[in-house]
């Protein structure tokens, strides 16, 4: 079993920027695709970011030049950051773990964008 423990997220106004953490628990954090994903109220969840453990990045159309995924393995942590965030990246966040068949979920962080 593995959680994910996520922290960062927060209310800031358009321009602005924000970095979010998932801490992962376990032994394999290295080699695990770790991802990105948000939900608007009334839609459904879409993928914002992925990052494999050979560090190859994927991003959505619509945060590609603003958002960049990592990761440090020495902390078993990936990171989102955020910059020139828009009224329309508030969602709520959440950060995903896939590893062979397995995949885990964390409890998700509010993003708000607003002035």
């Known amino acids: 079993q593995v959680q994910l423990v996520e922290s960062g997220g927060g209310l800031v106004q358009p321009g602005g920027s924000l970095r979010l953490s998932c801490a992962a628990s376990g032994s394999f954090f290295r080699i695990a695709t770790m991802a990105w994903y948000r939900q608007a109220p009334g839609k459904q969840r879409e993928l914002v970011a992925t990052?494999?453990?050979?560090?190859?990045?994927n991003y959505a159309d619509s945060v590609k030049g603003r958002f960049t995924i990592s990761r440090d393995n020495a902390k078993n942590t990936v990171y989102l950051q955020m910059n020139s965030l828009k009224p329309e990246d508030t969602a709520v966040y959440y950060c995903n773990y896939r590893l062979i068949s397995k995949e885990y979920w964390g409890q998700g962080t509010q993003v708000t964008v607003s002035s």
């Open positions: 990052i494999t453990g050979g560090d190859s990045t």
